[in-house]
């Protein structure tokens, strides 16, 4: 009689993005988990070594990505809304205290504020400047700020004045909080700023190229979402360019030019030039947060997954993001609700294969109501694929 060889360990890695409006990044890394397993002990497997690390772009779900993968527990304070209103919103430092994050919609996010009129000219982020205070004062070497998701358009000036910042405008006189007085302003007054606020590393996380103002800007583009009328985008476009116009003269930086800038109500317009913020896209931002790459280093597969698999993913979003990562000649498998790119377009990204959630016609309300168990059992038609593949001896 013989002893059986022992088989060669499988690493997998599993990395997704949520499915908006059904999982969490969280709940859909356990469903591809459970559908690995499943897929292991029929095939005689049940060794695989599974690593779990939820992803996400830089929106909603950001903050519990990171801080679960830090092992941090998010912490909360008092801070303000995008109208002002008192409210507690969550932030997180890493293990060693050097490393801040903000989730900014955790205190000036549209949800925030859907139960109030719209005031697009009114709302601000200025309770995300109190965050940022607070990591300040707890002494953090760098500060990770992820912007998706605001229901402000001030070009980051409410988040400047929360650190200590003013804006004047011709006469001296301060301009009121907001997109509205945009427009009016003529000076920035930094000496009153947090003293550590330009001695941190900031890193911005946007998901959108929009330049910040004209037919493609912050508020043109994303100020109806936020409740502007036309004449609200009108003057919150007028505003945003006097905003870089004053910020060129200042800092000799022209962020007109800059993709991204419009992101977020404009925000970038003035953490770029005054607080030597660097932009870069949410998943990249989350990736380098998490230690992607060193996971990935050994992987054998790599499941990735988000909601919907289509144009908008190759410019950036957590599938693609995954695929860059992965260890040469790794697979990587994206299982999402809906797959809308061609298989050449797929390889072409460096995804090895897309599979959809949906095994059969189907209305978007099932798919969503049983979204876990279809990532689970397509996750285990993907790894039983892979397993059989793999040489025999």
Request: proline share 6%; charged share 20%.
């Amino acid at each position: 009689m013989h002893d059986r060889p022992a088989l060669k360990p499988i690493t997998i890695i599993i990395a997704p993005d949520s499915f908006k409006g059904s999982l969490s990044a969280a709940e859909a890394a356990t469903a591809m988990a459970e559908g690995t397993r499943d897929a292991g002990l029929a095939l005689g497997r049940p060794d695989l070594r599974l690593t779990l690390c939820p992803m996400a772009d830089g929106g909603e779900g950001t903050l519990d990505a990171i801080a679960a993968v830090w092992g941090a527990l998010p912490r909360t304070m008092l801070t303000v809304d995008a109208l002002g209103r008192s409210r507690r919103a969550r932030y997180a430092t890493s293990a060693d205290g050097r490393t801040g994050l903000i989730e900014a919609a955790e205190s000036n996010g549209l949800p925030m504020v859907a139960d109030a009129p719209p005031q697009p000219q009114r709302a601000d982020t200025f309770g995300v400047g109190l965050l940022a205070r607070e990591l300040l004062d707890q002494q953090v070497d760098e500060i990770l700020l992820c912007v998706g998701g605001s229901a402000s358009t001030d070009g980051g000036t409410g988040l400047l004045a929360g650190l200590g910042a003013r804006f004047f405008d011709a006469a001296g006189a301060p301009v009121a909080p907001g997109g509205a007085g945009l427009v009016q302003i003529a000076s920035i007054d930094l000496t009153g700023l947090h003293p550590r606020a330009r001695e941190v590393s900031w890193r911005v996380a946007v998901d959108v190229n929009n330049p910040l103002c004209g037919p493609n800007g912050a508020a043109a583009v994303f100020g109806p979402q936020k409740g502007a009328q036309p004449n609200d985008v009108a003057l919150l476009d007028a505003g945003l360019a006097n905003l870089a116009a004053v910020v060129l003269a200042e800092t000799g930086e022209n962020m007109l030019d800059r993709p991204g800038a419009g992101a977020a109500g404009g925000m970038p317009a003035t953490l770029v030039p005054l607080l030597r913020a660097e932009l870069v896209p949410g998943s990249t931002l989350v990736a380098d947060a998490v230690g992607l790459a060193d996971t990935m280093a050994r992987a054998d597969l790599v499941l990735t997954g988000e909601g919907s698999f289509d144009s908008q993913s190759l410019g950036g979003k957590v599938a693609v993001a995954v695929a860059r990562l992965a260890p040469t000649g790794c697979p990587v498998v994206v299982i999402a609700g809906r797959v809308a790119l061609s298989a050449a377009d797929t390889a072409a990204s460096g995804v090895s294969a897309a599979f959809s959630i949906a095994g059969g016609p189907a209305t978007l309300d099932d798919l969503k109501a049983h979204a876990a168990e279809r990532v689970r059992e397509t996750t285990a038609h993907v790894v039983a694929l892979f397993l059989h593949a793999l040489p025999r001896s």
